[in-house]
């Protein structure tokens, strides 16, 4: 693990260049077994760790902020890989990051900004909980008994998500979501999750003022249906309580500046 980003790493930094190339011919090739062990626990975290302390400078300090795990796992020796480094007179990360990645922080920042919702969300006509069931791609929201309000809480509630950057919604807390978005295809269709492609489209949402969830592309709002307990989506009418709903938690500075730009 972690010889794709080192191989990129040392070409750049040490006097190369590598390109992708959409006509190339060249894969990767997984073979049917593996004719030899793999170390199981740490031994991924620990070789990126080794990349990260060989080549990315003070930068590997954001992959600690990001896995605090990594912070004391031992690399062993990388003497001869830093002195190889020092030989080859190869360039800092910090040139690698302007020259080379300078596009990779608009999508992956190395500090992640600040959410402007996070936590349960709550329907106002209902009282009743947004529920993913921790479930993938084709999921379909649906309301359920709030855990907060004492329902039993199980392995199947998924209760807290997060309105990010991204103007997606996603499943987990903040710095800890999973890779699927709130996702609808069009006016009545109902509200899903979906492989997150950070391309907005389908996926982007706003909260307003009104508490309604606005989705752009259907120019419609999400809204339920209580006694089935099924959500989905309708043309917005902010005077109907099932299409307001309420986040645990609001920054209402981040909120107003996805609102306005």
């Avoid at 349960?120 to 084709?138: F, M, Q, W």
């Avoid at 269709?189 to 003022?209: E, F, I």
Wanted: a neutral charge; one cysteine or more.
């Amino acid at each position: 693990g972690g010889e794709k980003l080192e191989c990129n790493y040392d070409v750049w930094m040490c006097g190369g260049e590598m390109f992708d190339v959409p006509c190339s011919r060249v894969g990767h090739i997984y073979r049917k077994y593996v004719p030899y062990k793999v170390p199981s626990g740490t031994s991924l975290a620990r070789n990126l760790k080794r990349v990260a302390e060989t080549w990315m400078d003070e930068f590997a300090e954001y992959i600690y902020q990001r896995r605090p795990e990594y912070r004391h796992l031992s690399t062993g020796d990388i003497s001869a890989q830093k002195e190889l480094r020092k030989q080859l007179k190869c360039k800092d990360f910090k040139w690698f990051m302007a020259a080379v990645a300078w596009d990779v922080p608009k999508y992956y920042p190395p500090v992640e900004p600040p959410p402007a919702a996070w936590g349960e969300i709550r329907n106002v006509a209902a009282n009743l909980c947004v529920d993913s069931k921790h479930g993938a791609t084709g999921t379909e929201l649906r309301l359920d008994i709030c855990v907060k309000d004492g329902s039993e809480r199980t392995w199947s509630h998924e209760q807290l998500f997060t309105f990010g950057w991204r103007e997606d919604i996603r499943p987990g807390e903040p710095l800890h979501t999973r890779k699927f978005c709130f996702d609808a295809i069009s006016h009545n269709s109902p509200a899903t999750l979906y492989d997150c492609h950070g391309m907005k489209g389908n996926q982007l949402w706003g909260y307003r003022k009104d508490r309604t969830l606005f989705h752009p592309v259907s120019n419609s709002c999400m809204d339920c249906n209580p006694a089935e307990k099924k959500i989905f989506m309708a043309r917005c009418d902010p005077l109907s309580e099932t299409q307001q709903w309420i986040f645990e938690h609001i920054n209402v500075t981040v909120l107003e500046k996805l609102n306005h730009h």
